[in-house]
Structures are given as structure tokens and as C-alpha cells.
């Protein structure tokens, strides 16, 4: 790939990175880093991993609401 064709790559990509979010995100920042292998870009990856992953966990535990919970004791009949 020639200078040119990645600097047009990479911008490209900067403005993609504006629209998407979440592991998509994350696999443009991923992109930009192999293309430019630059210390910045690197760190925005890392930022876009860091973020999804909170974003997941805190869905997780948004779902997790309250559970009915059962007091009564399971019923176990043993043959002998």
C-alpha cells in the first residue's frame, strides 16, 4: 500500500469511527492500528476495548434485576 492509499485509509476510517459504537468500534480502532502501527492509534484501541467491555458488564448486571427467590424447600424423595 502506497503512502498515499493509507493516509486515505486511515481517514476514511476516522470518519467512519464517528457512526459506529460497541464492538464495531473496537474492531476499527483494531484496524487502524495494524494499518498505522502508531502509538495513538494503539491507544484508541485500547479506549474502544476498555469501553465495550464496560458497556457489556453493565448490561449484564442491568439485566440481572431482581429474582424472585423461592423459600421453600426443594422436595427430595429418596427410594432406598
Do not use: C, H, N
Not at 476514511?12 to 502508531?38: C, D, F, N
Not at 464496560?54 to 427430595?76: I, N
Request: glycine share 4%; no cysteine; charged share 30%.
Amino acid at each position: 500500500m502506497g503512502t498515499d492509499q493509507v493516509e486515505v485509509a486511515l481517514e476514511l476510517l476516522a470518519s467512519l469511527a464517528e457512526r459506529v459504537r460497541g464492538p464495531e468500534l473496537r474492531k476499527l480502532r483494531a484496524l487502524q492500528w495494524r494499518i498505522s502501527l502508531s502509538f495513538r492509534d494503539g491507544w484508541a484501541w485500547l479506549r474502544a476495548l476498555l469501553t465495550a467491555q464496560r458497556t457489556q458488564s453493565e448490561r449484564r448486571t442491568s439485566d440481572d434485576g431482581p429474582k424472585a427467590v423461592s423459600y421453600a424447600a426443594p422436595l427430595v424423595i429418596r427410594r432406598q
